[in-house]
């Protein structure tokens, strides 16, 4: 469905994206990486808003270089920073989205409209001005016009920035149901974002892709090295052989979760690692 071929991007000097390789497949694929990683542009460049470097990307085998307008016709996308007018309501965006996509029928619109309004849950918000919404909720209004015009592929850029947890929750479960009939590339910086709702993943770190692999694998990175146990609370003092997960005090002392290859201190315990642990191995610890 999507190749990405030795995708490069340079902005000035600084090399955003280094000779990136991918190959996705239909469903609900995960992008990771702290931020600075290079997903976004990865993303921009995608959603043809602008030229790589070097490399090219192929959607449903369009080129995002010489084919920009059908890569278009099949994509949906909402930016990381989705801004629109402040005086238009969800449903004026939606219908607005609706005509860029193609839908000339009126009633076809208002039907998409009703729909993904109902999904991201702001039907009673519909002819609100934006202006008067809060944060969680322009998010929302950014992800139904990524679905307007059954496109197939969905870019989400961070989609779950300003979602409180219900909300988060409702929308791993619509997208688990799009991801039945469409592909969905969704990109975070939080890992437990992709946990329940992805099972194929890439990771980025500094514009190089570290893993293209699945969340099982991701987690095994951290196999035989998240080490438990009690310790006395001077004890962070003279620690330096590894990263500290976390501590919970109790009174003079702690029980810490420890991310090294070797046993930390005596009397620590390896323990199974989640995924959070998983991706803390694979960037090396360092973020
Ligand atoms: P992510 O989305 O993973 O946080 P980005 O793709 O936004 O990463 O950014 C990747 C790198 O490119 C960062 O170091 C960022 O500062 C830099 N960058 C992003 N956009 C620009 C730009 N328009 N001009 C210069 N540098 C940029
Ligand atoms: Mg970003």
């Known amino acids: 469905m999507i190749e990405i071929k030795n995708l490069s991007k340079l902005y000035k000097h600084h090399k955003a994206l ?11 694929y ?8 290079g997903k976004s542009t990865l993303m921009r460049i995608m959603a043809t808003l602008m030229k790589p470097t070097a490399g090219d990307i192929f959607i449903d085998s369009y080129s995002i270089n010489s084919d920009p ?12 920073h989705f801004h629109v007018y402040p005086q238009l309501t969800p449903v004026e965006i939606l219908d607005f989205v609706g005509v860029m996509k193609g839908i000339h029928n009126k009633a076809e619109r208002r039907d998409q409209i009703d729909y993904w309004l109902n ?29 307007m015009g059954s496109p197939k592929l969905v870019i989400l850029d961070e989609p779950t920035v300003g979602l409180d947890p219900e909300e988060r929750l ?35 770190q500094n514009g190089k892709l570290l893993l293209d692999s699945t969340i099982e694998d991701l987690k ?31 009174g003079s002392h702690m029980n810490v979760r420890i991310l090294a290859d070797e046993k930390p201190f005596y009397g620590a315990s390896l323990v199974e690692p989640t995924l959070e642990d998983g991706y803390l191995a694979l960037l090396g610890g360092t973020n």
Not at 226 to 235: I, K, N, Q, R
Request: proline fraction near 2%; charge should be positive; charged fraction near 25%.
């Open 18 to 28: 280094q000779s990136v390789n991918l190959e996705i497949s239909n469903g609900i």
């Open 30 to 37: 995960g992008l990771l990486g702290p931020n600075g990683a």
């Open 69 to 80: 307008e059908k890569v278009r016709s099949v994509i949906g996308y909402l930016p990381q």
């Open 119 to 147: 999904e991201v849950n702001l039907k009673k918000k519909a002819k609100e001005k934006l202006k008067t919404l809060s944060h969680g909720m322009k998010q929302r209004v950014g992800i139904a016009q990524a679905f």
């Open 170 to 204: 409702r929308f791993r479960n619509m997208i688990s149901k799009e991801g039945l009939t469409k592909s969905i590339l969704l990109s975070t910086h939080v890992v437990t974002d992709i946990e329940s709702s992805c099972y194929d993943i890439a990771v980025l």
């Open 220 to 250: 095994e990175k951290a196999c035989n090295k998240v080490w438990e146990g009690m310790v006395a609370s001077t004890f962070l003092e003279s620690f330096s052989d590894g990263t500290l997960l976390s501590t919970e005090y109790k």
